[in-house]
């Protein structure tokens, strides 16, 4: 059981970047995928989650807008496109896989978003 997060990096303010969330090892369109931050210094919070048929996104109040979930169940992948990116964007960005029904959690080893000119 494994997810695996890429596209991280240094970007400047008002520049794109897209984060991809690979799974294997359990059955990808059976659960809710949703990313998650932490920045230093602070908690970790939910920016966009998407239920596991592909509908229902739903974004935190920071991000509305700006960014992107989706998901392709055949490519075992879920993405997130972030635009107008801010420097209060900057955190480590964590990819988190759940189904409530048989109390099924997993989490990503993380990826780094630096906001910077």
């Known amino acids: 059981v494994q997810l695996v997060e890429s596209g991280g990096g240094l970007v400047q303010p008002g520049g794109s970047l897209r984060l991809s969330c690979e799974v294997s090892?359990?059955?990808?369109?059976?659960?809710?995928m949703n990313w998650y931050r932490q920045a230093p210094g602070k908690e970790r919070e939910l920016v966009a989650g998407?239920?596991?048929?592909?509908?229902?996104?739903n974004y935190a109040d920071s991000v509305k807008g700006r960014f992107t979930i989706s998901r392709d169940n055949a490519k075992k992948t879920v993405y997130l496109q972030m635009n107008s990116l801010k420097p209060e964007d900057t955190a480590v960005y964590y990819c988190?896989?759940?189904?409530?029904?048989?109390?099924?959690?997993?989490w990503g080893q993380g990826t780094l978003v630096t906001v910077s000119s």
């Open positions: 998407i239920t596991n048929y592909g509908d229902m996104p």
């Open positions: 090892g359990f059955t990808i369109s059976l659960c809710a």
């Open positions: 988190n896989a759940r189904r409530r029904a048989v109390n099924f959690e997993v």
